[in-house]
């Protein structure tokens, strides 16, 4: 089990920015693929953004493709999502989760509020 740790969140306005970053234990990191997922209240969890192990190949949901950004610093086993002229249906809580062998694992989530 991959342990999890994600920040960044906060509150911002309509048209801001934010960078959430995703730490994560093991020593094979490289090997995990990484991914961004959100969650409203009584909302299943969506898919946000999804990069391989090497950070060559990144997918996106098509409601952030142009204004998020996922990478990783695998020197650092930390993986970010920055976050570009966000709007207030951005507003979640947002999730880090690795794919490694089979299996996932999430982190605790972070809250990004994005007020009108």
């Known amino acids: 089990q991959v342990q999890l740790v994600e920040s960044g969140g906060g509150l911002v306005q309509a048209g801001g920015s934010l960078r959430l970053s995703c730490v994560a234990s093991g020593r094979t990191f490289n090997r995990y693929t990484m991914a961004w997922f959100r969650q409203a209240p009584e909302k299943e969890r969506e898919f946000v953004a999804t990069?391989?192990?090497?950070?060559?190949?990144?997918n996106y949901a098509d409601s952030v493709k142009g204004r998020f950004t996922i990478s990783r610093d695998n020197a650092k086993n930390t993986a970010y999502l920055q976050m570009n002229s966000l709007k207030p249906e951005d507003t979640d809580v947002y999730y880090c989760?690795?794919?490694?062998?089979?299996?996932?694992?999430w982190g605790q989530g972070t809250q990004v509020t994005v007020s009108s």
């Open positions: 990069i391989s192990w090497g950070g060559g190949i990144t």
């Open positions: 989760a690795a794919d490694v062998h089979g299996s996932r694992s």
